[in-house]
């Protein structure tokens, strides 16, 4: 049976949509979790907040503009700007034109941003610690789980467009 029939037939059982909606609903709530350990762990931090520790953690490999941050996140683009904006004043990054792009500068980490990746280290090891602690799981757990999401991910940014 062929991927495109063998998913054709999954999407009209019942047990398999139940299911599917059961681990969507999983997802929308680990989210959640994630949101409030996070908030939890980065609490007495006077710089960082959620959203300007996930652009720290996208921008510490490399510049990128907000949009090509928003699209990696999967946010809107004002929301990313909105903490681009927090983080320039807050010291954290600086703006770099842009060779490829007049309008769009490049968002790149200041000295005083850079010393921060340090402390969301920690703040990722405390929050994986958290998820982890007393739960049986594997490398290969993390992996195919990973996979699976990421190859679920990209499916559907492929398939969006053919609704309507």
Request: include cysteine; charge should be positive.
């Amino acid at each position: 049976m062929s991927p495109v029939t063998k998913n054709e037939t999954l999407s009209k059982s019942i047990e398999f949509l139940a299911d599917f909606q059961l681990l969507f609903g999983n997802i929308i709530r680990i989210n959640g979790a994630f949101l409030e350990v996070a908030e939890k762990i980065c609490s007495d931090d006077d710089l960082i907040t959620v959203p300007i520790w996930r652009v720290i953690a996208v921008i510490r490999v490399g510049p990128m503009t907000v949009s090509d941050i928003a699209k990696y996140l999967g946010l809107k683009r004002q929301s990313v700007q909105s903490t681009v904006n927090q983080m320039k004043k807050r010291g954290l990054i600086n703006l770099k034109k842009n060779p490829n792009h007049k309008t769009s500068p490049l968002v790149i980490l200041s000295n005083k941003g850079n010393d921060k990746v340090d402390d969301i280290f920690i703040y990722q090891k405390k929050l994986t610690e958290v998820f982890i602690k007393g739960v049986d799981i594997t490398m290969k757990d993390v992996v195919s789980s990973r996979e699976f999401l990421r190859a679920l991910r990209e499916n559907s940014e492929k398939n969006i467009s053919k609704l309507n």
